[in-house]
């Protein structure tokens, strides 16, 4: 895909944030914000992985079925925040389920995996920076699962070649 305007944007603020954190770091912004970052790991597909999660999980907070989360009056912000995760993870135990139903007159149906795959399926065009070379394409295949569209990253590997290719 050509290059916009948007990634170039999003590259550059990706690029400003991973400069900034610790070594063996990747960034993935979209839309003029950071929406993932991975950081000090032993590998650098780790760290792709890592802040990939954290954009599946910007991405589907903004899932009509989160944003629409009907709770008690009166909830505070911070609980309605971890109930949504709860709520997209799905993965509480019988105790944190009682707990989280308490926060709803109306408890919801929870989404299917179908449902969340559908919806990450959506995310497109996102950037990613990293503070140092893509040692192996394996990288840049992991990076397509979390909607990467752009990267950008130094260069300098024996291994540039096969990642060039892998990201073109």
């Known amino acids: 895909a050509p290059i916009t305007e948007d990634a170039v944007r999003d590259l550059v603020i990706a690029s400003i944030a991973v ?3 610790q070594s063996n770091s990747v960034c993935y912004a979209l ?5 993932g970052v991975g950081a000090g790991q032993q590998s650098r597909v780790d760290c792709v992985k890592l802040a990939g999660r954290k954009v599946n999980m910007w991405h589907q907070r903004r899932n009509p079925k989160v944003s629409g989360l009907k709770f008690k009056a009166g909830t505070k912000k911070v609980d309605r925040t971890n109930a949504k995760v709860a709520y997209i993870e799905d993965d509480m135990t019988a105790a944190e389920r009682v707990g989280w139903e308490a926060l709803f007159d109306d408890v919801p149906a929870m989404m299917t995996s179908e449902e969340r795959s559908t919806w ?4 497109k065009g996102v950037a990613l920076s990293s503070d140092a070379f893509f040692p192996f394409r394996d990288n840049i295949d992991t990076a397509t699962k979390y909607g990467v569209g752009f990267i950008v990253q130094p260069g300098g590997s024996v291994q540039d070649e096969p990642v060039t290719k892998a990201c073109n």
């Open 31 to 35: 839309d003029g914000q950071v929406v």
């Open 19 to 21: 400069k900034y954190t």
């Open 120 to 123: 990450q399926a959506g995310l």
